[in-house]
């Protein structure tokens, strides 16, 4: 989900400093906004193609497709003989993304499921992936997350969007929160104390959180 920060100075000096992207991802950008679908910022495209190269990151799943916008950064930041599983259920959005991964030239090392994650997830080989991002319908992300851990290698990461939820999260309960937004917060509390890793949440974007694993 981008998020953007326009009177925050820091952001903005920021933003200016860095390149821009190049024009199939300011495509991509364009493609969401126009059609409202929730793609990550830049900041946090950013801090995934970091850690993607800092990992050397060979397999990667992600839980939330989309048009792909995470899925690019990452899979441009991977070893040349990496692979990105991604898992979305709606075709529709899949099928743009997979033109943007073709026009980038790396189709070949992406698949995409279009199911449920929940009916995915569990089917998957253990202890094998680098990294594993979420960032698909907030109610479910505990179910992801109990079934991501025992996927991860030992030291992989798990690294999870939209943990702030929009200034949500940090919001007093209420009658009348959403079951997203109430789904977020037990969600931060449940990660940031999971024994099996190392975790915290980054301000960055909409809120990101990193957890290494570490049992």
Not at 127 to 156: C, F, M, Q, R, T
Request: net charge negative; hydrophobic share 45%.
């Amino acid at each position: 989900m981008i998020v953007d920060h326009p009177l925050d100075p820091d952001f903005t000096y920021l933003r200016t400093i860095h390149t821009e992207p190049d024009a199939l991802m300011l495509e991509l950008e364009a493609a969401g906004a126009r059609d409202e679908i929730p793609i990550v910022s830049r900041e946090v495209g950013r801090f995934l193609s970091v850690m993607a190269s800092a990992m050397l990151a060979s397999n990667i799943l992600e839980v939330g497709t989309a048009y792909g916008c995470s899925t690019l950064w990452m899979a441009r930041a991977q070893p040349e003989t990496g692979r990105i599983w991604t898992i979305d259920p709606d075709a529709k959005r899949t099928d743009i993304a997979r033109d943007f991964f073709r026009r980038a030239g790396v189709a070949d090392r992406i698949e995409i499921f279009n199911q449920p994650a929940l009916d995915v997830m569990g089917r998957l080989p253990k202890n094998i992936y680098d990294i594993v991002l979420l960032d698909a319908l907030k109610e479910e992300y505990s179910d992801y997350l109990k079934l991501a851990i025992p996927l991860l290698k030992h030291s992989g990461l798990v690294i999870v969007d939209n943990l702030l939820w929009h200034h949500r999260a940090a919001t007093a309960s209420g009658p009348n929160d959403d079951k997203a937004t109430t789904a977020i917060r037990a969600f931060n509390t449940e990660f940031l104390r999971n024994p099996a890793l190392n975790a915290t949440i980054l301000p960055l974007g909409d809120g990101v959180g990193v957890g290494a694993k570490i049992a």
